[in-house]
Structures are given as C-alpha cells and as structure tokens.
C-alpha cells in the first residue's frame, strides 16, 4: 500500500515562506508524476501544482509564480515552497500521486496523504 505522509505546514504570517514535504513510502515514487491540492474551510479541494516524473510542472493560475513543485526521487519526497504567502493561501494540502488523465481533476489521482495545515494571517 503506497502512503504519502504531507509536512512542513503551520501558522505563518503574510509575505512569510513555507517549504511542505510529502514523503512516499514506494520504490516507484519516480515513476508517477505527482501533485498538490489544497483545500480552504468550506471550500472544495482544488488543484494547487504537478510535477511530472522528468521534473515537468504546471501550476494552477493563482500560484502566479509565488510556489514551486519539486522532487527528489532519491529520497521519495516531492516538496511545495511557497513565497509571498496570502491569507488566501490558507488551507489544508495535501500530496497525491497522478494515476490518470489531466493533471487538474481531484478524481485523476490516489493515494491521498492526510494533508498539512496551512494558516496565513493578515
């Protein structure tokens, strides 16, 4: 059973950095692309970043440059630094592996962690 296990959140303030860890716990970790959601108080889980197994990315429109998704196979971590933090960055994230389909939809990935928490105040 593959499990990814998300670290790195807690209570910042705006303009503040965060890096977030997700550690997996397979040897095929460098074969699947992977990627972040994130998801606000009342709100549905969205779609924050991936990464592909050659290091490709994507990011959702509101990142606009402020986080990077990166990946090193040979610790079976995929990591999520974020700059410039917003108080509409708060949320929980969490990592997920790309089984299907575009990289965008909640429904395309398994293997969900249990999320890390994420608060940006003003």
């Known amino acids: 059973q593959v499990q990814h296990v998300e670290s790195g959140g807690g209570l910042v303030q705006a303009g503040d950095s965060l890096t977030l860890s997700c550690a997996a716990s397979?040897?095929?970790?460098?074969?699947?692309?992977m990627g972040w959601f994130r998801q606000a108080p009342g709100k549905e889980r969205e779609f924050v970043a991936w990464?592909?197994?050659?290091?490709?990315?994507t990011y959702a429109d509101f990142v606009k440059g402020r986080f990077g998704i990166s990946r090193d196979n040979a610790k079976n971590t995929l990591y999520l630094q974020m700059n410039n933090l917003e108080p509409e960055d708060t949320a929980v994230y969490y990592c997920?592996?790309?089984?299907?389909?575009?990289?965008?939809?909640?429904?395309?990935?398994?293997?969900w962690g249990q999320g890390t928490r994420v608060t940006v105040s003003s």
């Open positions: 997920a592996r790309h089984s299907r389909g575009n990289a965008f939809e909640v429904s395309h990935y398994d293997y």
């Open positions: 397979d040897r095929t970790f460098s074969n699947y692309a």
């Open positions: 990464i592909s197994t050659i290091s490709t990315t």
